[in-house]
Structure formats: C-alpha cells, structure tokens
Nanobody, 120 residues
Framework: QVQLVESGGGLVQAGGSLTLSCAAS????????MGWFRQSPGKNREFVAN????????RYADSVKGRFSISKNNAKNTVFLQMNSLKPEDTAVYYC?????????????WGQGTQVTVSS
C-alpha cells in the first residue's frame, strides 16, 4: 500500500513563494506519476499539476501555468511543487496524488493535505 505525506504549506503574502513536498512510501513504480490537487473552502477539488516518473512530462492547470513548477526525485520517491507569485486565490488545501496516466488519478483515498494560505 502506498502512503503519501504532504508537507511545506504555510502562510505567505501575495507575491511570495512556497515549495510543497510529497513523499511516497511503498510501491509507486506501477503508477504513471504523481501530482497535486487543491481544494478551497466551498469549491470542488481541482487539478493543479502532475509529472510522469519515467517521461518527466509535466502538465499544469491553466490557472498556475508560468507560476508553479513541479519536479521529482525518483530515488527518493518525492515530488515537489514550487509555487511562485502566489495569489490569494491560491489559498487551499493541497493534496498529493498518484496518477495512472497524464489525465487520470489513482482512485485511492486522499491524504491529509497541506494548507496554503496567501494573504493579500
């Protein structure tokens, strides 16, 4: 069973930066890759970014393109999300997730997530 542990969230002013980390334990090699979703209060959970383990191919939501960057360390089974030029609308709980393809996430349960709060 794979466990995902998110970290790195916090409070930052608009225009600031944060880096989130997601450490995976267990068998992740059967997955296409890993990525991030986020959920703001009163809103549906939305896709943010993902990256393929083998290809390194990345995909981003339009709302974060040019500001966020996803990367990976295969040896450590860790994925990072570098978030720059943060906006108040980026405030959300960010969740890490395994992906079975570039466009489909695994159906296993969600983790605790990490809170990101951007003040104006």
């Amino acid at each position: 069973q794979v466990q995902l542990v998110e970290s790195g969230g916090g409070l930052v002013q608009a225009g600031g930066s944060l880096t989130l980390s997601c450490a995976a334990s267990g068998d992740t090699f059967s997955s296409y890759g890993m990525g991030w979703f986020r959920q703001s209060p009163g809103k549906n959970r939305e896709f943010v970014a993902n990256i393929g383990f083998g290809t390194g191919r990345t995909r981003y939501a339009d709302s974060v393109k040019g500001r966020f960057s996803i990367s990976k360390n295969n040896a450590k089974n860790t994925v990072f999300l570098q978030m720059n030029s943060l906006k108040p609308e980026d405030t959300a709980v960010y969740y890490c997730k395994r992906f079975i393809s570039a466009y489909a996430a695994e159906s296993d349960s969600w983790g605790q997530g990490t809170q990101v709060t951007v003040s104006s």
